[in-house]
């Protein structure tokens, strides 16, 4: 499994975009690059996925660069909801979850 | 509700006793996961089935610990004489196989066990 590297924790105001960046440098061609994220006292929750080319759902947009080394998943305007822990993962036979990002949402 | 579901949510156990959680998970989804997680830690991979045949076990399953889902619907993790170190939220999730092998896992709330 292609190893990720993300901070441990950001901060951001509600209404501001929160961009959360991940680092792959060891991703191969054809392994993708997903999100989850996980609220306090709940199981994560799936929120996107891609390969190449920037992805956008209903949830975030997510940012590859064109080297496929990192990612960015961007949350456009965070909520107070948004607070969680958001974890970067490239698959290999199955999901390993790192640490990921501790992301606190503030009035 | 249609989402992946968990019992019971909490239990508290003495060591030594024997515990069993149940997962019943998005009906139309073949693959049923099970995972544990400690505290500060993200989910760690136990296990998986794909409809009734358990695929995989990791090194983490010891021989304490079983996997059943007899029909392919709903499945039981089991735990035989708790330990301390057993204390973890476990997380079950489904998911529906895809050719391009989808990671996109559905999970459920989880059982925290507690064990004195």
């Known amino acids: 499994d292609a190893k990720t590297t993300q901070p441990t924790s950001m901060d951001c105001a509600e209404g501001r975009a929160a961009n959360l960046p991940c680092n792959h440098s060891?991703?191969?061609?054809?392994?993708?690059v997903y999100w989850y994220r996980q609220i306090h006292s709940q199981g994560p929750q799936y929120i996107i996925h891609?390969?190449?080319n920037n992805e956008t759902n209903e949830m975030a947009s997510l940012i590859i660069t064109e080297d496929r080394k990192s990612s960015t998943l961007i949350l456009p305007h965070a909520t107070l909801r948004d607070t969680a822990v958001y974890y970067c993962?490239?698959?290999?036979?199955?999901?390993?979850f790192g640490t990921g990002t501790r992301l606190l949402v503030s009035p | 509700d249609t989402g992946v579901s968990q019992d019971p949510r909490h239990k508290i156990t003495k060591r030594g006793q024997n515990v069993t959680f149940r997962c019943d998970p998005i009906?139309?989804?073949?693959?049923l996961y099970w995972y544990r997680q400690t505290l500060g830690q993200g989910p760690e991979f136990l296990t998986y089935?794909?409809?009734?045949?358990?695929?995989?076990k990791s090194r983490l399953l010891s021989d304490r610990f079983s996997a059943e889902r007899p029909k392919g619907s709903f499945s039981t993790l089991e735990i035989q004489r708790t330990e301390q170190g057993d204390s973890a939220m476990y997380l079950c999730?489904?998911?529906?196989?895809?050719?391009?092998?989808?990671?996109?896992?559905?999970f459920g709330p989880g059982t925290r066990l507690t064990v004195l």
């Open positions: 999730a489904s998911s529906l196989e895809s050719l391009w092998g989808g990671y996109e896992q559905f």
């Open positions: 891609g390969l190449k």
């Open positions: 089935f794909q409809n009734e045949a358990q695929l995989e």
């Open positions: 993962i490239v698959p290999g036979q199955k999901l390993v």
């Open positions: 060891t991703i191969s061609g054809n392994e993708y």
């Open positions: 009906s139309e989804h073949n693959r």
